[in-house]
Every structure is written in C-alpha cells, then in structure tokens.
C-alpha cells in the first residue's frame, strides 16, 4: 500500500533561513508527488508537482522539490523563507497508474517562520 | 483558477444529528471528487471517492451507511454524517478533479468544514 511520510512535524526558522521539508513515500511503481500548502483559515493550494522529467521541479512562491528515485524522496526546498511562509505543508502521493487520481498525504509538517 | 465550494464552514450539533455538507465546483465540471477527513495536527485521510451518476468508493475501514455521499450532478456532491456522535467530530475536507484534464491533474480543494457534535 502507498504511504508517505514528512519527517519534520513542526519547523521554526526566523526569516531568511533556508528551509527543507523531508518527504519519503512508499509505493513500488510509478508516482506523481505534489506538495500542497495550506496557509491559516485557507484551503489546500497546490505548490509544485512532479510527474515525469527534470527531478527538480520549482513551484510557486520560490519553493522547489526535488525527485530522488532512489530515495523514494521528494523534499521541498526554499533558499529564503519568509513570514508569509507560515503555513502547514503537505506532500502527497498518486499512483501513476491510477485513473481515480486518489491522493495520499503524509501527515504534514507546520513551518512558523519568525519575523 | 478552479475554485471548490464547500458548505457550511462550521457546523455546531447535538449528538445524534444527521449533518450534510456540500461540495461544488464552481467553474469546472467534476466527475470526481474527494472526501477527506483531518484530524488535530494529523495528515488528510481519504475517505472517499464520489463518482457522479454512481456509487461512491469508500476507503478501508470508512463505514458507508455512516457516511453518505451522493454526487447527482458534475458540480455537487454531498457528505451526510448521519445519526453524528462526538468522535464524528473533526475537519472534513472535499476536493475536485477537472475531467478536462488527465488522471494527473491536481485536486482542487474546498475550504473544509468543521464539525463538532457534543
């Protein structure tokens, strides 16, 4: 069975610092990975994905994640992490071969970015 | 963008209530679409997939008759938490696929509803 797990529950940095968010998932075939941001009191957005190609993929808001095949991996990364970066972070995984698009999502980490 | 509705937002109670919640697209058709539930400080689990015109797809160990869903149209589906007791409480959370795309194309999610049965 898929599963994914985001190693790092809660993150505080001040702002400014560099950030990487571990995510390591479980599943023996081909897979899509997204990593979703849910800001306060907002709904899920979808920061980047990965489905195929460059392993490094770069989202919005200048966050970046890079495909490690032999890692099972797909950490979120940001040189420079702001205050409005405050938010919970998801990183969730589709099989490639599913046609319902069934989404699973490790248990989330909390950045607080500190002013 | 694609926007995902979801009402109420907050729902308040007595133990034994039937609750619905509503999931729309707005500005998309969805012939599938998702329900989550959240847990404090505990990651999305999937608790469903609504298929509009048919039965929906539970998860393992998400009992049917408890939660009802029925997707009878590409915009709305429905989430009834029936006959709620006090651990039903939590965040529920629905999300839409566009069919327009492919199976890779990312969920779009509602804003969630929290649910609290005392």
């Known amino acids: 069975a898929q599963s994914v797990s985001q190693h790092n529950h809660h993150v505080i940095l001040s702002e400014a610092a560099s950030l990487e968010l571990g995510c390591n998932y479980s599943?023996?075939?081909?897979?899509?990975l997204f990593w979703y941001v849910q800001y306060p009191g907002q709904h899920l957005q979808l920061l980047l994905k990965y489905f195929s190609g460059d392993p490094l993929v770069k989202g919005i808001k200048g966050f970046e994640a890079e495909f490690i095949k032999s890692k099972f991996s797909f950490n979120l990364r940001k040189p420079s992490v702001q205050w409005s970066d405050t938010a919970e972070y998801f990183c969730?995984?589709?099989?490639?071969?599913?046609?319902?698009?069934?989404?699973?999502f490790g248990q989330g980490t909390t950045l607080q970015v500190k002013p | 963008g694609a926007v995902v509705s979801q009402h109420p937002s907050r729902v308040i109670c007595k133990s034994g209530t039937s609750v619905k919640i509503e999931c729309r697209s707005l500005d998309f058709q969805a012939t599938t679409m998702f329900w989550y539930r959240q847990f404090p400080k505990q990651s999305l689990m999937l608790m469903a997939t609504?298929?509009?015109?048919?039965?929906?797809?539970?998860e393992q160990g998400v009992e049917k008759d408890k939660f009802l869903i029925n997707h009878a149209s590409l915009t709305l589906s429905t989430l009834t938490v029936t006959s709620a007791h006090p651990e039903d409480s939590s965040f529920y959370i629905c999300s839409a696929r566009d069919p327009l795309g492919n199976s890779n194309q990312p969920q779009h999610f509602g804003d969630g509803t929290r649910l609290s049965i005392l």
């Open positions: 609504s298929n509009e015109g048919s039965k929906a797809t539970y």
């Open positions: 599943y023996g075939g081909t897979v899509n």
């Open positions: 969730a995984v589709k099989g490639g071969s599913s046609n319902t698009g069934k989404l699973i």
